[in-house]
């Protein structure tokens, strides 16, 4: 066991001659090392601290300015207008120093205020430039040579070689759009949900709204913009997600799954060991800052990087009222689930970084431990699955002293946690759809108690070899995890690869540490709640509905030909394959980002739009022309584009209405308008997942299945895609099987026929017909 390992270092006896003092050589190696790795993590993150605290300019860029100065002065020219001259008398007061060390010192300091000088002003020079977002509202693949000039500004003021959080204090704040703009943009997005009477109600609140109280609660708002780093993200990650009260399983998180039909090994410990090792060295580059910013508009334009700070080593802490997010700077464990035991497994041996064959080897003997689990652990992660405020009594009753809060420490602060689950899942050609609604479920929720669900993501690797995650919302969004994962991925199957017997390469090492075996004493009492949790996670999980399928019919290279967005063409293949199904119209969101801003999450895209629905009809009366049926579709497409622009550019409705929503609970107001437009259900919720890494062009292969999450509404459908290289499209949708208007299976042969058929608007049929 790791922890009696380190517990006998030191070993002494007493005699009657005194203290006989035995030391274990190889412990105190073992302590050596670990101090080593500790030291060299904290010089590279002060490294690390220096070099992005001084971004756009570099650390050696402060020696030549300096040296610069000092030049000019020892050629009698004052660079400093008298600024030196006034330093030097200021140092002559103090007469400890000789007139030559007066003059090195006040240089020194001139130039170092220079170069704090500069940098200030190039971030602020580069921060006005990137509030400029003119840009995104140009013709697609045509700029301006005001656009380009502007391009040039940015790539000179943005430094070389940025490091991952480079950027952060040079994004400029999410703008607070005025409140005339957002209720009118508001009305205009309901206007076909409703009939005459009800939105002409509705204006009327509108109006009432935008000439009382709004203006009142925007001056906070307005405040809060000005003090706050983003007048949103804080207030949403509080009070959509920490204060849900109900399940975060299948309601909050969601999944990313394997390639489609890529095996890189069947063998369960070899992939645990290849899949873990790489998201380690993924940790590493991040704790490094190696990975670079996401830079749009041709590497000219950052994103915002905050949310990768908790990627690892971060916990959702239940609370009864709201929960938390424990994050800690570093973990060298993780922990394992199999067959209803947890396993703490060590990341680092002699003072590295396990190699794969040795996490493979790890892994092998927990498969191999045919121990019994302790009362109440094997469904202990239920109380995860659950409702929040009986895990949050529970923790405070249970877990907080003794052994059970030392397991749960080890839980709650271990880098990620694993799940070696004892099915196989994965997609199978002989079974296609039944094979990934079955992957997707077990993904999103499996038995309900064999996923800890608070963690930020947990890792699941079957039987069979194939893997998946299931991840925790509150921290970051999709995107983010979909760089770890595709980067796990590629690293896994390009880098690392597999021997030919399926093992990972290299040899075991049987001078590791066995893992330990997490004790727990669980009381009865304890074991009643786990049930109760367990029964609830179990209803919701059995009501929801999934059908998974990739789209081969054609993908973004078709659509680009048609001088379409792909995403504009799939959302508006929903809208029509919506209406097919439901017989109406219904409030769309469509996830885009404001990671244009710092700290910056998400915004809405309401998707259904008067335009939309011209060209939904258009497409449903056989007596329209093919002519004005296309002429509504561009329409309408070039109505998604704009709507997802001014989402993108801090123009969005929802997350200001939000706002202004938690304003006027603060004050104690009540807003009949915002009441009923925070009420609205989505019935149809959507989100594209981007794929960021895998060159499908060089590695036709490596497919991937995509990811999803749960429906958003009873009565409504989650829909997740992922458009994958040039020829294809992944879809995941979800739906409750206990409301009787809603069918997964049925949405999604809907969507097919939606894609096909608008396609064949532009002649081009034959090609999908897939």
Known sequence: MAEAHQAVAFQFTVTPDGIDLRMSHE????????????????????KNGIITGVYPASPSSWLIVVVGVMSTMYAKIDPSLGIIAKINRT??????????????????????????????????????????????????????????????????????????????????????????????????????????????????????????????????????????????????????????????????????????SLYPTTLQAARAGNVIHAILLYRKKLDRQEIKPILLMGSTVPLCSAQ?????????????????????????????????????????????????????????????????????????????????????????????????KQSLDAIEKAA???????????????????SLDAYAKSLIHGKCYDRWFDKSFTLIIFKNGRMGLNAEHSWADAPIVGHLWENVMATEYLELCYSVDGHCRGDPNPNIPIPTKLQWEIPEECQEVIEKSLSTAVALADDVDFCSFCFDGFGKGLIKKVKTSPDAFVQLALQLAHYRDMGKFSLTYEASMTRLFREGRTETVRSCTVESCRFVKAMEDPTESRENTLKLFRQAADKHQHLYRLAMTGAGIDRHLFCLYVVSKYLAVDSPFLKEVLSEPWRLSTSQTPQQHIDLKKNPEMLSSGGGFGPVADDGYGVSYMILGEDFIQFHISSKISCSETDSHRFGMNIKKALVDIMALFNLSKNCTK
């Open 308 to 404: 990768w700070e908790r990627m690892f080593n971060t916990s959702r802490i239940p609370g009864e009222e709201s929960d938390i997010l424990q994050h800690v700077k570093d973990s060298k464990h993780i922990v394992v689930y199999h067959k209803g035991r947890y396993f703490k497994v060590w990341l680092y041996h002699d003072g590295r970084l396990l190699r794969p064959r040795e996490i493979e080897q790890q892994i092998q003997r927990i498969l191999e431990d045919d121990s019994e689990p302790q009362p109440g652990e094997e469904k202990l992660a239920a109380l995860t699955a659950g409702d929040r405020v009986p895990w949050a009594k529970a923790r405070q009753a249970y877990f907080s002293r003794g052994k059970n």
């Open 91 to 260: 140092l002559d007061t103090t007469g400890y120093m000789s007139n030559q060390t007066q003059n090195i010192v006040s240089g020194v300091l001139f130039g170092t205020g220079l170069w704090v000088a500069l940098i200030v002003t190039m971030r602020y020079s580069l921060k006005m430039l990137l509030s400029y977002h003119g840009w995104m509202f140009s013709e697609h693949g045509k700029l301006s040579a005001g656009t380009k000039f502007w391009m040039t500004l940015v790539k000179l003021f943005s430094g070389r070689k940025p490091m991952l959080y480079s950027f952060q204090t040079s994004l400029p704040r999410l703008p607070v759009p005025a409140v005339k703009d957002t209720v009118n943009r508001y009305l205009e997005s309901v206007r076909p949900l409703m009939d005459d009477e009800k939105f002409k109600r509705m204006e009327g609140l509108a109006k009432d709204f935008v000439f009382n109280l709004g203006p009142r609660l925007q001056w906070y708002l307005k405040l809060k913009s000005w003090w706050a780093t983003n007048y949103v993200s804080d207030w949403w990650e509080e009070y959509v997600y920490l204060r849900g009260r109900g399940p975060i399983m299948v309601n909050s998180n969601y999944f990313a799954m394997d390639f489609l």
């Open 27 to 46: 412990a105190l190696k073992q302590i050596y090392l670990s101090g080593v790795y500790s030291w060299k993590k904290k010089f590279i993150r002060f």
């Open 416 to 434: 990620f946690f694993v799940t070696l689950d004892d099915m196989e899942q994965g997609y199978r050609k002989e079974d296609p759809m039944k």
